[in-house]
């Protein structure tokens, strides 16, 4: 294993360029869910666009039939992953599955799929990892991020290892056009991608295949699957129940509900902007004025919500 920590150090050395993340500064903290479920989680303060956490949150399930893992964090960290791993278990990483394409949840996929997991992912995931790079920063992409497993909307992958039921649950597109949740039937607990976060106002990637109307619906299937009882583990962000659900997506259907009126009333998108429509619920959502993208989060989630709905005019 040192040797595949030091090629880990020298591709980070390789990929870090220009994203204002501090990758040294990252640590990797573990929690523990179940008795062989963990959570893995960067620290704070030093991912500009993940204040909260560095990077999105990976899944581990260890036990003697070896490790199934969900999504796989930045590579530049993936020397710190595989240490946190190894203080939880000494078996091989078999399987891996990524919730969506976002680099913060694929972008290691390559270095765990060299150490020999098997890689699973929506069909639409894969198309969209072999995308031309939107801009020249991007280093060469190596065939091993790719999926190897694809499937696509219909009946959940089901894999039974190390006493637990992990369900695949492919999502209509929602965050981006790939999504899935991934459920873990008896810790009764479910990873859920980053069609819902509670730091920052939704991101919807409409580049990436993400919609408006299937994020609404993915929390609505969500809250269909989930038990009273059952652990909601989003991307970013703190843990939650099926009853969270209910005001994020109140406050997503008044928000939506407000920029469909304005824009009956002809106003342009910088007029719905400038109307603040989500101050109603800004003092409850953590991170929600912080900067993303050309504005802050509350202003990104308003213009793709006007976006979506002028489109679908």
């Known amino acids: ?45 030093a991912d500009p666009g993940h204040q909260d956490a560095a990077g999105g949150r990976i899944g581990i399930l260890a036990g003697p039939d070896g490790i199934f893992m969900v999504d796989a964090q930045y590579a530049q960290v993936s020397d710190k992953v595989l240490a946190a791993i190894r203080k939880i278990s000494a078996e091989p990483i078999r399987f891996l599955v990524n919730t969506h394409v976002h680099g913060d949840h694929t972008a290691g996929n390559a ?32 065939p091993a991020r790719l999926p190897v497993v694809t499937y696509g909307l219909g009946d959940p992958v ?8 992990v369900d695949l649950i492919p999502v209509r597109a929602a965050h981006t056009g790939g999504d899935t949740m991934v459920r873990f039937e ?12 509670n730091y920052g106002y939704p991101f919807i990637d409409t580049n990436n295949g993400g919609t ?23 991307g ?43 101050a109603p619920y800004d003092a409850k959502v953590p991170g929600g004025l ?17 976006s979506q709905l002028k489109g679908a005019k």
């Open 186 to 197: 008896n810790a009764d607990m479910m990873m859920i991608g980053d069609f819902y976060r």
């Open 212 to 234: 408006l109307k299937g994020a609404l619906e993915a929390l609505d299937a969500t809250m269909k699957i989930a038990g009273p009882n059952t652990k909601l583990i989003p």
């Open 111 to 142: 270095n765990f799929v060299k150490l020999g997991a098997l890689l699973f992912a929506r069909e639409e995931l894969r198309d969209e990892l072999l995308r031309p790079p939107a801009n020249g920063t991007t280093p060469a992409r190596d």
């Open 290 to 306: 912080l900067p993303a993208g050309a504005g802050t989060s509350a202003d990104r989630f308003v213009s793709m919500v006007y």
């Open 236 to 278: 970013h962000g703190t843990i939650i129940n099926r009853a969270d659900i209910v005001p994020y997506r109140d406050m997503m259907l008044g928000v939506q509900a407000k920029v469909q009126q304005m824009i009956r009333e002809g106003k342009s998108e910088q007029e719905v902007l400038a109307a603040k429509v989500t």
């Open 1 to 45: 294993m040192k040797n595949a920590g030091h090629c880990f150090v020298i591709l980070a050395a390789v990929m870090a360029q220009g994203q204002g993340i501090d990758y040294a500064k990252i640590e990797i903290l573990t929690e523990k869910i179940a008795p062989n479920l963990y959570m893995l989680s960067g620290s704070a303060g």
């Open 158 to 165: 089901k894999f039974r290892m190390n006493g637990e039921v």
